[in-house]
């Protein structure tokens, strides 16, 4: 069955150092993969878009890279601070007509806390 | 311009009423999808319309069911309501329903089944 995994429910980091997150996932072939931010009580919101021939992605402190052939990406903030703090959400986002559908699939998210 | 609007904010219902959700997408995005959050199942999807169509269900119950109307505003309706129920249900929107689109997402209706 597909399976979407956030490496750890929360991460705790110290102001200025990078936070990475991982998103694994199997049986599951993503046209793209897709990163948002929620606040408590707030929907999520859109950050970065990677392709699947896509490496890297890069967005002022943000960086996102896709490894198709592990079948994993990674999520970096940089000189992360505590405004960081938040749940981080993978999505996969399917080969229109592979499945015969073409929802978004989210991971359970990775709370992460700056500490200042 | 607007952002994707839910209403009502929060509601409380008992077991056995029915209940219907409004979404109103960002101006020009066709595709509105809904999705269900609980803290112990993550976000979970619903359905998605696109053009007035329900194009996608999500493993959910007849009890759930939605529409979109020509304007591109959605509702989702569920019925015979049930305390497992009580979640965050999120509408989202895109311009197109193919790849390669972000969602913006509303703030999402706090619904408590008691």
């Known amino acids: 069955s597909q399976k979407i995994e956030q490496n750890s429910e929360a991460l705790n980091i110290q102001e200025g150092k990078t936070a990475t997150l991982t998103c694994n996932y199997t049986n599951y072939s993503p046209a793209y993969l897709q990163w948002y931010r929620q606040d408590p009580g707030r929907g999520p919101v859109f950050l970065l878009l990677i392709r699947e021939n896509e490496k890297e992605k890069r967005k002022e402190r943000l960086k996102v890279t896709f490894d198709t052939t592990l079948k994993q990406s990674l999520f970096h903030i940089t000189a992360s601070q505590p405004a960081d703090s938040a749940t981080y959400l993978c999505a996969l986002d399917p080969r229109v007509g592979l499945y015969n559908n073409n929802d978004m699939r989210f991971g359970a998210g990775t709370r992460l806390t700056v500490k200042p | 311009k607007a952002g994707v609007t839910q209403t009502p904010r929060y509601l409380i219902k008992t077991r056995g009423q029915q209940v219907t959700l409004s979404c109103s997408p960002i101006s020009g995005h066709r595709s509105v999808s809904w999705y269900q959050q609980t803290p112990g199942q993550g976000l979970q999807f619903l359905f998605e319309?696109?053009?007035?169509?329900?194009?996608n269900k999500g493993n959910f119950p007849g009890r759930f069911s939605g529409r979109q109307f020509s304007n591109s505003r959605s509702e989702m309706n569920v019925s015979t309501l049930e305390l497992g129920d009580s979640a965050l249900y999120l509408c989202a929107s895109r311009a197109e329903r193919q790849g390669g689109y972000g969602y913006t997402f509303g703030s999402g209706t706090r619904l408590t089944v008691v």
């Open positions: 319309y696109f053009s007035e169509t329900q194009r």
